[in-house]
């Protein structure tokens, strides 16, 4: 017996050595010295290419490969740290923040020195050491040594740079006009909310953004309002509101709200949706193609039966990696994600060819068509040029497919250049800064984001020149259209989901009101001048909202006519809606220093959003009210723009507690 005892053990011992260990989640909540949680940290598992960011309540999930892995958190301006995981599944960690002032020495390639600006942000420095760890990403090729946004210096040191190479377009806000001069405003709906979490995630790593990332409209349209569901055969409902403006107590404020009509996830018509996903080079960082990943995933549970999804990715050529598969093989479509590696250079235009030729080739005749883009938008191959690719994705929009574009990333996202190719596409556009982010736009909001009920919705308001005598269009500065295109059903204009609202906010300069807004120009000499009128029989109008749409499969456009009353009562008196959307759009003014902001301040939107955060179940009103807290702070931080710059003598010499 002791024999058999005695050969058996080795093999046994054999056995245990070799048997396969089980992988584990690994959860918990990444927060700073003073307890607040921080968002978008990046976790990875040491050694490996696993990796999450956190989410904007500094929560985390990671799947680790078992207990004697070890975890490193890292982001901009925090101190890198690691934790071994030894058998544990809840990891709270504590993470210092790292804020280097003054001038900065960066080294190129070259080996020659030279002296940085001033950033006017927050910067950390990080060691080549662990950057060749890919805790922030695969380092590019390129004389500078750039690796999103981090600078790689001869003595091994980076400079962490991280909004160096993104891309704005600069805004050029409305301007305040004269109703007897010009008494049409025409636009097109923007349901884009881009810029709202973009904003976030500068406000979040401790930076103000740039005025050319702040689009008004997007922000206001970020939140959800209550308005009523359409009563009528129309696809949207729509809702209009005047009071006081609150950062001018002589104009008025006048709210335009469309409802989306809401279609039950269930009655949705079948989709085919065809994944674009880029997997260069620069999309290896945790909140780039790790976290595309996640959000696929959690967009693949929504999917049903009836539905197909293909996925196509382009790095240095494009590829199909997954040919249209029924919603119902979860697992199929989740294993082909998993595959997914980033490397190589941007071939955007291959791949966005392939993409809508695939979605051709498996149409669905009145169902929801769409490509959805994944990429931090760098592309650097073939057709990369704005112009390039937004005649390609004019041209393959005419075949009924629709475009939702998902931005990812920083240091070099290229907010820009995916504005204008959801704008060409006929579709939206949205910035996912976390995992919480990702949810909100592909699981609660699911049919709005990817299911058309109306396209090339425009508006055109007429003033009442007896009641008006100027106006001017809060935000949707690139989505101005001119007076003619109202009726012109060739003219592109903009999208609505189901379920989607979309707010338009418009500061009116009364009748009798002296404004230094309104410049005079010289009497006319070859015609005559227009009067306002002091008597109608339309005197109780303050405008006229018309409206065009057409259907999501239709050439020709259909009319609505909504006149507004000059029924204006207290701001205190107004809606939730109402009170919150001038809140969201004040605090764009101040963000973006407008020349309109008069007596905007942040206390006022603070006291505007506090009270009108109403019931709020998802969190995302007290997360804006967080927020302006921190742009507030970060305001009186920052030096004014006039003032001369101070020598290193004069800094040193100042008191401690004076902020310059």
């Not at 002032?101 to 950390?124: C, D, M």
């Not at 120009?521 to 227009?530: E, F």
């Not at 009270?611 to 927020?627: N, P």
Request: hydrophobic share 35%; charged share 25%.
């Amino acid at each position: 017996m002791k024999r058999i005892l005695l050969l058996i053990a080795p093999v046994l011992l054999i056995m245990l050595a070799f048997r396969p260990v089980k992988s584990f989640t690994v959860s918990g909540i990444v927060s700073d010295e003073t307890g607040s949680p921080l968002p978008g940290v990046s976790i990875f598992v040491k050694g490996t290419r696993t990796g999450v960011a956190s989410a904007h309540d500094g929560t985390y999930k990671i799947t680790v490969p078992n207990s004697n892995s070890v975890l490193v958190f890292s982001g901009a301006g925090l101190e890198m740290k690691e934790e071994k995981i030894g058998g544990r599944t809840t990891i709270n960690v504590t993470i210092k923040r790292v804020v280097l002032t003054g001038t900065e020495v960066v080294v190129t390639a070259y080996g020659q020195k030279r002296q940085a600006k001033e950033l006017g942000y927050s910067i950390a420095k990080v060691k080549s050491a662990d950057l060749s760890q890919g805790y922030y990403s695969g380092i590019q090729n390129g004389l500078s040594g750039k690796v999103a946004g981090v600078k790689i210096d001869s003595d091994g040191d980076g400079v962490y740079d991280e909004f160096e190479r993104e891309g704005y377009d600069n805004i050029v806000e409305n301007k305040f006009l004269k109703v007897t001069d010009n008494p049409l405003s025409t636009f097109s709906i923007d349901v884009d909310a881009a810029s709202y979490s973009n904003i976030r995630r500068f406000l979040n790593q401790g930076q103000l953004p740039p005025a050319g990332a702040v689009r008004i409209e997007e922000m206001v349209n970020y939140f959800h309002y209550e308005y009523p569901q359409p009563k009528t055969d129309d696809p949207f409902s729509i809702n209009t509101e005047i009071s006081d403006c609150p950062w001018n107590k002589d104009n008025k404020l006048v709210l335009i709200g469309l409802q989306g009509k809401k279609i039950p996830t269930e009655n949705l018509p079948a989709s085919n949706l065809v994944f674009l996903i880029d997997v260069s080079g620069s999309m290896w960082d945790a909140n780039k193609l790790p976290l595309v990943k996640a959000s696929m995933k959690m967009l693949v549970d929504q999917l049903r039966e009836q539905d197909k999804i293909s996925m196509v990715v382009y790095a240095g050529a494009a590829g199909l990696v997954l040919p249209s598969t029924s919603g119902a093989d979860k697992t199929k479509i989740k294993d082909a994600i998993d595959k997914l590696e980033a490397g190589g250079s941007t071939a955007g235009g291959a791949g966005i060819k392939l993409a809508y030729k695939t979605a051709k080739e498996n149409f669905v005749k009145n169902g929801n068509n769409r490509v959805i883009l994944c990429t931090d938008g760098d592309f650097n191959v073939g057709e990369s040029s704005d112009d390039a690719m937004e005649r390609l994705i004019e041209n393959e929009r005419k075949s009924g497919v629709f475009l939702t574009v998902l931005g990812y990333g920083m240091g070099n996202y290229q907010d820009a250049k995916m504005q204008k190719l959801a704008d060409k596409g006929n579709g939206n556009h949205a910035y996912i800064d976390g995992i919480t982010e990702a949810k909100k736009v592909l699981v609660n909001e699911f049919g709005g984001t990817l299911f058309t009920i109306a396209k090339d919705v425009k508006l055109q308001i007429e003033f009442n020149p007896a009641k008006v005598q100027g106006y001017r269009l809060i935000g949707y500065e690139n989505r101005m259209l001119a007076k003619e295109d109202f009726n012109d059903d060739k003219k592109d204009a903009g999208e609505l989901g189901s379920g989607h609202t979309v707010t338009a906010l418009y500061e009116v300069i009364p009748v009798g009101v002296e404004s230094d807004f309104l410049k005079k120009v010289d009497t006319l000499k070859y015609q005559k001048n227009v009067v306002p009128l002091s008597k109608s029989s339309h005197n109780d109008e303050i405008m006229t909202v018309k409206f065009r749409y057409k259907a999501p499969d239709g050439d020709v456009s259909k009319l609505i006519e909504h006149p507004v009353l000059d029924k204006q009562i207290p701001i205190a008196r107004t809606s939730e809606n109402f009170r919150f959307a001038a809140a969201v759009a004040q605090f764009g003014m101040l963000l973006r220093n407008s020349e309109f902001k008069s007596d905007a301040s942040y206390s006022s939107v603070l006291g505007l959003s506090r009270k009108a955060k109403g019931a709020d179940e998802e969190g995302y009103r007290s997360e804006f009210v967080r927020l302006v807290e921190s742009a507030q702070l970060l305001a009186k931080a920052k030096p004014e723009k006039d003032e001369p710059e101070m020598d290193d003598e004069e800094v040193e010499s100042l008191p401690v507690s004076k902020n310059k």
